[in-house]
């Protein structure tokens, strides 16, 4: 499919956005369009994914905004979605690489975003389709949650980094000597929480204690194996 990708700046598109997000998640809070308006006006952007023959199709959305640490400057994803009948067609792709080349020439040199580290089909395609890199493990993030894909679990959440430039290498995570250690969670985290919701929470608090651990104590994650059953990270030291 011929995908179009663009950037919102009319109110009447803007009002749009939280019905889309509604019907990809469910949430009963959607992001308000005010807070969109302020968004664009202030150094973020919001996308939409639609098919090149039909614009006004919207498949899935992204809303990014400036944000700043000890380093400087970045763009913060905020939000990313697909509708799920569009998902697996190359959407959710074309929508990351519009926004890293407009960070890229709105004078972002990075771009941050936040996901669930329970999840296998996110951590596959942020870590191994987009390359982005693991910063930091934050517990609770968003503290709790209405929507139906949280599930009430606790809103633990990895935090990456893309590089806006594709030639700017990454810090490498190869093999200094030390073994690479695994982290495991479900390969169908949907499927455990249908099946037996205190497994999920389990699966949980076992991946925030690995993480937590291997983080403080020098790993970076390097890669994820996606499986059948159970997918795993991949951690090493750092070479450099």
């Not at 969109?36 to 919207?58: F, Q």
């Not at 519009?98 to 709105?106: F, I, M």
Request: charged share 25%; glycine share 10%; aromatic share 10%.
């Amino acid at each position: 499919m011929d995908l179009y990708v663009r950037v919102l700046t009319r109110n009447e598109e803007l009002h749009r956005v939280p019905f889309l997000e509604q019907s990809i998640w469910g949430n009963p809070d959607p992001i308000p369009d005010s807070l969109l308006r302020v968004i664009v006006d202030h150094g973020g952007a919001v996308w939409v994914a639609s098919p090149a023959d039909r614009p006004e199709t919207w498949l899935g959305f992204a809303v990014g905004l400036p944000g700043r640490d000890d380093v400087g400057w970045y763009l913060h994803s905020h939000l990313a979605g697909v509708l799920a009948s569009q998902r697996r067609q190359g959407v959710g792709g074309a929508l990351k690489l519009h926004q890293r080349q407009w960070a890229r020439d709105n004078g972002y040199s990075r771009i941050r975003w936040t996901f669930d580290p329970l999840r296998a089909s996110n951590a596959h395609f942020n870590l191994e389709r987009l390359g982005a890199r693991v910063v930091e493990y934050r517990v609770g993030y968003y503290g709790t949650l209405k929507s139906a894909l949280n599930h009430a679990l606790p809103t633990d959440r990895l935090v990456v980094e893309w590089a806006t430039d594709p030639a700017r290498g990454e810090p490498s995570s190869g093999d200094d000597g030390d073994p690479p250690v695994f982290i495991p969670i479900p390969a169908d985290l949907d499927g455990v929480l249908a099946r037996d919701p205190a497994e999920a929470l389990s699966w949980l608090r076992s991946v925030r204690a690995q993480f937590t651990a291997c983080l403080g104590g020098g790993y970076a994650v390097s890669g994820f194996d996606r499986g059948v059953g159970v997918s795993r990270y991949v951690l090493r030291r750092p070479t450099r």
